[in-house]
Each structure stands twice: as structure tokens, then as C-alpha cells.
């Protein structure tokens, strides 16, 4: 029976990682708008890590990490005004976004579906907020990468408020997704959400 259970699993989970994924670098223009576009892999870790927990928010959230890094890495100017493409990033903010989904008020709330939105809305503008403030500290450290013009209205408004609402909006079929054809059945989710619950009570550190 466990065995089934885990091979359910991993089925249900290299499926929606593949699907997310190509859907995510195929039709980028038809999940945006403002010239932001909807992350789905970003949400659809997140909702994993809230709904089932930590090791499948991180585990999910790495194989989803690798495969956007191979799909579509990162461009950076590197600090000699070279283009450089990086490895890895995609990596740690999917492990993030799992872990972060993972501990967001889930013994409180008890892991119930609108707060599930709050935690997609929080985890989202920390990712945009971190962004710019990492971007923003590359200029100062290599001048060679050339300068944030940025102003605060593009920041707020344009950057992180639309890709939160943005992500919100695709957060609702995701949620449909794993609540009604996810990696646990219908009958197991209320144990398995409780199961997590008391797994994390000895791990304040992963209380935000």
C-alpha cells in the first residue's frame, strides 16, 4: 500500500513538472500581462510544500528548480560587461519557494484553501522584492552591468503587485489541480494534512 502510494506520487509529480514546465517557456505571452507573466512552476511549488509538506515542497521544488534552469537560465552582466548565462538559480528559488510554502503558517491555519492564496501572495512578493533588491546591489558591485532605473511606481505597481495577482489568478486551476487530481487521494489528504501538522511541531525554525 505505501509503495502504491509513493509511486502515485512521483507519477502525479514528473507529470505536472513536465507540463508546468513546457507550458511556462511555450506560451509565456499568453500567461501575462504588463509585461509580467504568471509563474505557475513558482505557485505550483509553493502550493506543494503548503499542502504536503516540506519534503515534497523541496524535493518538487529542486527537480522543478533543474529542469527551469535547463529550459530557461538566467542571463546575467557579469562584472567585466560580459553576458553570462547561470546555473543554479533556478535551483535554490524553487527549494525557497517549497520551503517557504512548506512552513507558512500551516499548524495554524491548518493548511485550509484561502490561506493557501496568502501564502502564494507573501511568498511571491518576497521573491520580486528580493529581486530587485539583489538586482539593484549588482549595479552598485559591477557598474559594468549598467544602472537600475527602476522608479518606485514600476517596482510596486508594475513588478510586484501584478506578478502577485498574477500569480494569484493561477493559483486557482493549480489548487483545483492538486486538491482534486494531486499526488494524494481525496480520502488521504485530511490524515496526510494532519500527519504534516504534527511532523512540524518540533521545527520552530521552519515557523515564519
Known sequence: MIRKKLIRKIVVYAIYILLLSSLQVSYPNRIGFGGQTADITFVFVVLTGYFFGFKDGVIVGIIMGVVRDCLAPIAVVGIDGNVRVTAGIGMLVMFLAGAVGSSFFTRRMHRNIPFAFVSIAFT?????????????????????AGSYNLGMYEI????????????????????????F?????????????DDVIKSTEDTSWLQI
Not at 487530481?181 to 494534512?193: D, H, M
Open 124 to 144: 511571491t512578493l518576497l521573491y520580486k522584492v528580493s529581486g530587485h533588491i539583489l538586482a539593484y546591489s549588482w549595479t552598485v558591485v559591477a557598474p559594468a
Open 156 to 179: 510596486v505597481v508594475k513588478s510586484c503587485l501584478l506578478q502577485t495577482l498574477l500569480n494569484l489568478i493561477a493559483g486557482i486551476p493549480l489548487l483545483l489541480l492538486l486538491k
Open 181 to 193: 487530481a494531486g499526488p494524494v487521494g481525496l480520502t488521504e489528504q485530511r490524515n496526510t494534512s
